[in-house]
C-alpha cells in the first residue's frame, strides 16, 4: 500500500523558464513564469531530480516573474545548466530576510559586491529603480574576476546613468576588453577605500565572499561607518529553509531563517 506524505512547504512545484541568459562561462540567468510576494536578499530552493537541492538568491524584482543566476560550480547547478527555454524547474520559496528597505528610505546607498554576491543586490538594484523617490544618492561598487567573468553586462550602462557605478577586475586578460562597460584592474574593496568618504546618510549593503565582506567591513568601520549602518549577505550551505536541519547554523542562528540577510551588529551578537 502507498502511503501518500505531506510535505507541506517543503513541497517544490514546476515553474516554466521563460528566458535564459548565459552570463558568463560559469554562470547563467533564468527567468521563471511565477508570480510570488518577495523582497530583495531572500532565496528559494531549485531541484535537480535525482540529484539534489540548491539555494539559489532571486535577482529580479517583480511580481510577474522570478530571475535567478545561477553559478555552475557542483552537481546540481550543472545540471540546471543544461535547462532551456520552455522547460519547467522545480522550486520552492522563498525563504530568508530581506533588506529592510522601507526602513531605510531617504539615505545614501553603498551597494557592494563581489562575483556571484552581485547577483542579489540586482534586486536592490530594482527595488530601489521601481521606488527611486525614497532613496538618495546609489553607489554601486562591483568587483570580479575579470570583465568576461562579469554578471549582468548589458545592464551597466543603465546602471551607471542612474547611478554611479564603479568596477574592478582581479585580472585584465585584455588591456581594451570590451566586455563590460567601464572597470579597470584591481579590487572591489580598492573602491571602498577610495571612493568612500564619510558615513553621513549613508547605508552599505555588502555581498560576496567572505574574505571580501570582512576586508569591506574593515574599511567602513575605519571610515566611521556604525555597524547598525552596514547590511550583509552570510552564505552557508543550506538544506531545508526552514531550520529543522540544523545545516547553517551559526553563531546561534540560522542563516536560513535568521538570515542571510543581516544588520551587522544583529549578525555579531553572540
Aim: hydrophobic share 35%.
Amino acid at each position: 500500500m502507498k502511503i501518500k506524505v505531506d510535505i507541506g512547504p517543503y513541497k517544490p512545484e514546476p515553474k516554466k523558464i521563460i528566458s535564459y541568459k548565459r552570463e558568463a562561462p560559469d554562470s547563467f540567468t533564468i527567468r521563471l513564469d511565477w508570480q510570488i510576494e518577495h523582497g530583495p536578499g531572500q532565496f528559494v530552493f531549485c531541484s535537480a531530480p535525482g540529484i539534489g537541492e540548491s539555494a539559489i538568491s532571486i535577482c529580479s524584482d517583480s511580481r510577474n516573474y522570478v530571475d535567478l543566476n545561477i553559478r555552475e560550480v557542483g552537481n546540481v547547478t550543472n545540471e540546471l545548466g543544461k535547462l532551456q527555454v520552455g522547460d519547467e524547474l522545480l522550486v520552492r520559496g522563498p525563504y530568508g530576510t530581506q533588506y529592510p528597505m522601507q526602513d531605510l528610505k531617504g539615505n545614501d546607498f553603498l551597494i557592494i559586491g563581489g562575483g556571484c554576491g552581485v547577483a542579489p543586490l540586482r534586486g536592490v538594484i530594482k527595488y530601489i529603480d521601481g521606488h527611486r523617490e525614497d532613496f538618495n544618492d546609489i553607489s554601486l561598487f562591483l568587483g570580479f574576476r575579470s570583465p568576461e567573468d562579469a554578471l549582468f553586462k548589458d545592464e551597466h550602462e543603465d546602471w551607471d546613468k542612474r547611478h554611479k557605478l564603479f568596477m574592478k577586475f582581479d585580472k585584465m586578460e585584455h588591456e581594451n576588453s570590451t566586455a563590460c562597460y567601464t572597470g579597470s584592474q584591481g579590487f572591489v574593496t580598492d573602491l571602498v577605500k577610495q571612493e568612500v568618504h564619510d558615513n553621513t546618510n549613508k547605508i552599505a549593503i555588502v555581498c560576496g565572499p567572505p574574505i571580501m565582506i570582512d576586508k569591506t567591513v574593515e574599511i567602513l568601520r575605519e571610515k566611521g561607518f556604525h555597524d547598525d549602518q552596514i547590511f550583509l549577505s552570510a552564505e552557508r550551505l543550506m538544506y531545508c529553509g526552514m531550520a529543522r536541519c540544523g545545516r547553517c547554523m551559526i553563531r546561534g542562528k540560522y542563516t536560513c531563517v535568521d538570515g542571510s540577510v543581516f544588520r551587522l551588529d544583529h549578525f555579531e551578537d553572540e
